[in-house]
């Protein structure tokens, strides 16, 4: 096993996409520097968040034929049949604009969406398997397959293909990686107040002896992930309840890079600090992490297909306001303000069948299932349900509101398709079909973190990171990933933190990879 090198050109801290992408591009830019990426987890926890992650990309595109060369999962004859429609750069930033109430960083959502199609095509270069996405984003109507909501592209294998292909792209391109290595400390040049070190306490897997060590640096990539596994930091900075979330993904992601940089260089905060991505979640899920093998099959996202209700029988969120994959990400915050902080979402047979199976499925989630509502509400009961007699009429007051439309001229669940309620006080706006079908299906959540949104300033051409203290950058010292703020706040649009840790990811690589190079000559 190879040791902790003394002195690395760049040192990028955290295994995730954005860490990958930022070391490949820095050994790309220059081959003749090293490049070293540190992680505190263990190999086995390798790839941050990204690993649990769908492995969705969002991008610019020219339809179909833009697509295809770079995925492995559709032939001509699969091609024939679907429905793709373009999705430009003003697209995806007024996406960005309407998620985040116009409070997306100008220069930031720009650099993003101008970047987003030339990082996707360098991934695949580099050997990222990327496919289309028709489990997540596409639904079969009248013999085509329609893809909606912006997205349409996932890596192979989800985040856990993604991981594997950076990996393999990375060591690769000569870049070493060490895990159960954590940075404890920034060096700074007290002349220059570059970051010229990192303080690391590296284990050693042999000994189980732990050594804290200097690595001397030209250049350091904070690649460390948001605070969402820390239940402090989330209760201090998200606010009240917020400690009570559960994790989603990795355990490592505690904030305290964010806090080291703050520290040891006035690092300049930036971004939705009070904000994060959350999802609807298994109730019966760990708590304190994602678990490797399930991942992403926690996530339980029909409920544009349904209805939600809380704890005490009422509904409590327009479940069809938007096309899923743009309200995902913000509807766990909606089921974590609810009393106990779960909710059920509830189906009938008309819509069953469109549920993706692998969040869904016996085997993943445990089903609660009736032949009448008044049973589906009594099983409820048993597993937290309040008021089993407001949740029966909370459906029927429901069916009554959605009375008199042509359900099954009008109903796809490709295209909002303004099948609304009529007269409720939280109105269903799109894809409202009665729920009076039998057998009915219940399923317990709760709200799973992701990420979160604040981060720190920085440079948006070469993810610089600013100090607070003179504006300026701080020399040597760039920031990726969940950790750069500003790009989303309360809500985002689905596949673009992926697409954002390997724009930012290249430029930080590049810039850093620049930097090195001069201080060598």
Not at 96 to 108: S, V
Not at 234 to 254: E, F, H, K, S
């Given at each position: 096993?190879?040791?902790?090198?003394?002195?690395?050109?760049?040192?990028?801290?955290?295994?995730?996409?954005?860490?990958?992408s930022?070391?490949?591009?820095?050994?790309?830019?220059?081959?003749?520097?090293?490049?070293?990426?540190?992680?505190?987890?263990?190999?086995?926890?390798?790839?941050?968040?990204?690993?649990?992650?769908?492995?969705?990309f969002?991008?610019?595109?020219?339809?179909?034929?833009?697509?295809?060369?770079?995925?492995?999962n559709?032939?001509?004859?699969?091609a024939?049949?679907?429905?793709m429609?373009?999705y430009?750069?003003?697209?995806?930033?007024?996406?960005?604009?309407?998620?985040t109430?116009?409070r997306?960083?100008?220069?930031?959502?720009?650099a993003l969406?101008?970047?987003?199609?030339?990082?996707i095509?360098?991934?695949?270069?580099?050997?990222?398997?990327?496919?289309?996405?028709?489990?997540?984003?596409?639904?079969?109507?009248?013999?085509?397959?329609?893809?909606w909501?912006?997205l349409?592209?996932?890596?192979?294998?989800?985040?856990?293909?993604?991981?594997?292909?950076?990996?393999?792209?990375?060591?690769?391109?000569?870049?070493?990686?060490?895990?159960?290595?954590?940075?404890?400390?920034?060096?700074?040049?007290p002349?220059?107040?570059?970051?010229?070190?990192?303080?690391?306490?590296?284990?050693d897997?042999?000994?189980?002896?732990?050594?804290?060590?200097?690595?001397?640096?030209?250049?350091?990539?904070?690649?460390a992930?948001?605070?969402?596994?820390?239940?402090?930091?989330?209760?201090?900075?998200?606010?009240?309840?917020?400690?009570?979330?559960?994790?989603?993904?990795?355990?490592?992601?505690?904030?305290?890079?964010?806090?080291?940089?703050?520290?040891?260089?006035?690092?300049?905060?930036?971004?939705?600090?009070?904000g994060?991505?959350?999802?609807?979640?298994?109730?019966?899920?760990?708590?304190d992490?994602?678990?490797?093998?399930?991942?992403?099959?926690?996530?339980?996202?029909?409920?544009?297909?349904?209805?939600?209700?809380?704890?005490?029988?009422?509904?409590?969120?327009?479940?069809?306001?938007?096309?899923?994959?743009?309200?995902?990400?913000?509807?766990?915050r909606r089921?974590?303000?609810?009393?106990?902080?779960?909710?059920?979402?509830?189906?009938d047979?008309?819509?069953?069948?469109?549920?993706?199976?692998e969040?869904?499925r016996?085997?993943?989630?445990?089903?609660?299932?009736?032949?009448s509502?008044?049973?589906?509400?009594?099983?409820?009961?048993?597993v937290?349900?309040?008021?089993?007699?407001?949740?029966?009429?909370?459906?029927?007051?429901?069916?009554?509101?959605?009375?008199?439309?042509?359900?099954?001229?009008?109903?796809?669940?490709?295209v909002?398709?303004?099948?609304a309620?009529?007269?409720?006080?939280?109105?269903k706006?799109?894809w409202?079909?009665?729920?009076?079908?039998?057998?009915?299906?219940?399923?317990?959540?709760?709200?799973?973190?992701?990420?979160?949104?604040?981060?720190?300033?920085?440079?948006?051409e070469?993810?610089?990171?600013?100090s607070?203290t003179?504006?300026?950058?701080?020399?040597?010292?760039?920031?990726?990933?969940?950790?750069?703020?500003?790009?989303?706040?309360?809500?985002?649009?689905?596949?673009?933190?992926?697409?954002?840790?390997t724009?930012?990811?290249r430029?930080?690589?590049?810039?850093?990879a620049?930097?090195?190079?001069?201080?060598?000559?």
């Amino acid at each position: 096993i190879m040791p902790l090198p003394q002195k690395t050109d760049i040192l990028v801290i955290g295994s995730g996409n954005a860490g990958l992408s930022a070391a490949l591009s820095a050994a790309q830019t220059n081959p003749t520097l090293r490049v070293t990426v540190i992680d505190k987890s263990p190999v086995s926890w390798a790839g941050g968040n990204t690993y649990f992650t769908a492995g969705a990309f969002r991008t610019s595109h020219n339809g179909l034929h833009d697509l295809l060369p770079l995925v492995n999962n559709t032939d001509a004859a699969q091609a024939s049949r679907i429905d793709m429609p373009i999705y430009t750069e003003q697209d995806f930033t007024a996406d960005l604009q309407r998620m985040t109430g116009n409070r997306t960083d100008p220069a930031l959502s720009a650099a993003l969406v101008r970047d987003s199609r030339a990082a996707i095509g360098w991934l695949a270069a580099n050997g990222v398997r990327f496919q289309l996405s028709f489990n997540r984003q596409a639904y079969e109507v009248n013999g085509r397959t329609k893809f909606w909501g912006g997205l349409a592209l996932k890596t192979q294998d989800g985040g856990k293909g993604l991981v594997e292909d950076e990996l393999r792209a990375v060591r690769n391109a000569g870049v070493d990686v060490f895990f159960d290595t954590a940075a404890t400390a920034l060096v700074t040049d007290p002349t220059s107040g570059a970051v010229v070190g990192v303080e690391v306490i590296n284990s050693d897997s042999r000994t189980s002896a732990r050594n804290k060590t200097i690595v001397a640096v030209d250049a350091v990539i904070l690649a460390a992930g948001g605070f969402e596994a820390n239940p402090q930091l989330r209760a201090q900075w998200l606010g009240p309840g917020w400690d009570c979330a559960r994790v989603r993904g990795t355990p490592y992601n505690t904030g305290e890079m964010l806090r080291i940089a703050q520290r040891d260089v006035s690092a300049k905060t930036a971004g939705n600090w009070s904000g994060c991505h959350c999802v609807a979640w298994d109730a019966n899920a760990p708590a304190d992490s994602g678990n490797r093998e399930v991942s992403n099959e926690f996530t339980k996202s029909g409920y544009p297909l349904g209805i939600m209700v809380n704890r005490d029988g009422e509904r409590f969120v327009d479940e069809g306001f938007d096309m899923r994959n743009y309200t995902y990400a913000m509807v766990g915050r909606r089921v974590l303000q609810q009393p106990g902080q779960i909710a059920f979402q509830v189906w009938d047979a008309r819509t069953v069948a469109w549920l993706r199976e692998e969040e869904y499925r016996a085997e993943v989630v445990r089903r609660i299932e009736g032949e009448s509502l008044e049973e589906l509400a009594e099983k409820c009961a048993e597993v937290g349900l309040a008021d089993p007699g407001r949740f029966v009429e909370s459906i029927k007051e429901y069916n009554a509101s959605v009375e008199g439309v042509d359900v099954q001229k009008r109903w796809d669940p490709a295209v909002k398709d303004g099948l609304a309620t009529k007269g409720l006080a939280v109105p269903k706006s799109n894809w409202a079909l009665p729920i009076d079908k039998p057998p009915f299906l219940a399923v317990k959540v709760t709200a799973g973190i992701t990420f979160t949104f604040g981060g720190l300033a920085v440079n948006p051409e070469t993810a610089a990171v600013i100090s607070e203290t003179t504006s300026d950058e701080v020399p040597g010292l760039y920031c990726v990933g969940e950790m750069l703020g500003g790009i989303f706040y309360d809500n985002y649009p689905g596949g673009s933190g992926l697409t954002s840790g390997t724009v930012f990811g290249r430029r930080a690589g590049r810039a850093a990879a620049e930097r090195a190079g001069r201080v060598e000559d």
